[in-house]
């Protein structure tokens, strides 16, 4: 049975920098591809990265170039390092394994593969 647990959320600051992990079991992480997507309150789920399972790696418009998307296979872990954080970036940030990681899907999420619960991300002075 796939699970998946995000971790790493919490409140900082305009410009600072947060990493989030995405811990999942059930699965061998290398066959994969895994995604992080967001929701704001009002707004609609909204593709952030996404890593596939040969390591190609998409990210939203949004983001490019401040946030990085990494996996461990080993630890069966992926993380994803935000930096330059922006008070837009404030949302709820989920995980998704067993997810189609490519230009499409990322930009179109569905609601594909294995999700977590979540993890809170405030970003505010």
């Known amino acids: 049975q796939l699970h998946v647990v995000e971790s790493g959320g919490g409140l900082v600051q305009p410009g600072g920098s947060l990493r989030l992990s995405c811990a999942v079991s059930?699965?061998?992480?290398?066959?994969?591809?895994i995604g992080w997507f967001r929701q704001a309150p009002g707004k609609e789920r909204e593709g952030v990265s996404c890593?596939?399972?040969?390591?190609?790696?998409y990210y939203g418009d949004t983001v490019q170039g401040r946030f990085t998307i990494s996996r461990d296979n080993a630890k069966n872990t992926v993380w994803l390092q935000m930096n330059s954080l922006k008070p837009e970036d404030t949302a709820v940030y989920y995980c998704?394994?067993?997810?189609?990681?490519?230009?499409?899907?990322?930009?179109?999420?569905?609601?594909?593969?294995?999700w977590g619960q979540g993890t809170l991300v405030t970003v505010s002075s």
């Open positions: 890593i596939s399972s040969n390591g190609i790696t």
């Open positions: 059930g699965f061998t992480l290398d066959s994969y591809g």
């Open positions: 998704a394994a067993h997810y189609p990681c490519s230009s499409y899907y990322l930009a179109q999420p569905q609601s594909l593969g294995a």
